[in-house]
């Protein structure tokens, strides 16, 4: 079965440097999604792209992270510089036309920041 | 403002017994519901969804009913099996506008063998 894959797996780092997450969604799937999960609560979205526009970017911390899926398919997040309060698995998700249907989620990356 | 809730954290049930996991909302837009489940240090997978126009649906052991005018759905796993114990996610989310999910906070089920 295809799957969204997702590295690194685990990433750990010092408060102010930058990291970077890549995220290769399901073959053929034009909705992508990068959801942030701080332990004990639900995931809740980053950004969203189409194809490779932004559609939903309202809950970006702008100053500090930023996403691209320059050509449609994978697609990369950044912070910079990473702060504490960082720290949370940061996970991508695809969809085949971002309807009214499930999403299919990659295993995460677990984000430490120290 | 938490638009998806779950008030239970937490939930332990017999093998064998029925698990019920129960769920909020609060946006009327919502008109479709997913619930994830989620083991350790892995994405959540898909279990079953609905639709509001319908109040149940059901895929084996797995049963999910909507109560609109209440604003609340369950989940119903009977028989429960160990391997079901895991982080159980309820999200929503509506046809009209960016078609994103909203994620509840998670109810974390326990099925002693």
């Known amino acids: 079965e295809a799957e969204v894959a997702q590295s690194p797996r685990y990433k750990i780092t010092e408060k102010s440097q930058a990291v970077a997450f890549w995220c290769d969604p399901i073959?053929?799937?034009?909705?992508l999604y990068w959801y942030r999960q701080i332990l004990g609560q639900g995931p809740e979205l980053l950004v969203q792209?189409?194809?490779?526009?932004?559609?939903?970017d309202s809950q970006l911390p702008k100053d500090r992270f930023s996403a691209e899926r320059l050509k449609g398919v994978d697609s990369t997040l950044k912070i910079q510089p990473a702060e504490l309060g960082d720290s949370a698995m940061y996970l991508c998700?695809?969809?085949?036309?971002?309807?009214?249907?499930?999403?299919?989620f990659g295993s995460g990356t677990q984000l430490s920041v120290l | 403002d938490q638009q998806v809730k779950q008030n239970s954290p937490s939930l332990s049930v017999q093998e064998g017994r029925i698990s019920i996991l129960n769920c909020d909302y609060t946006n009327s837009m919502f008109d479709y519901f997913l619930w994830y489940k989620k083991y350790p240090a892995e994405g959540p997978t898909f279990l079953i969804s609905i639709s509001s126009i319908k109040d149940k649906n059901e895929d084996g052991r797995f049963t999910v009913f909507l109560n609109k005018s209440a604003k609340h759905l369950s989940l119903h796993i009977v028989p429960s099996q160990p391997g079901d114990s895991a982080v159980y996610f309820c999200?929503?989310?509506?046809?009209?506008?960016?078609?994103?999910?909203?994620f509840g906070t998670g109810t974390r089920l326990t099925v002693i063998p």
């Open positions: 998700a695809s969809s085949l036309l971002g309807g009214n249907e499930k999403l299919f």
């Open positions: 073959s053929g799937h034009a909705t």
């Open positions: 999200a929503a989310g509506a046809q009209t506008g960016a078609n994103n999910l909203f």
């Open positions: 792209f189409q194809d490779e526009s932004v559609v939903d």
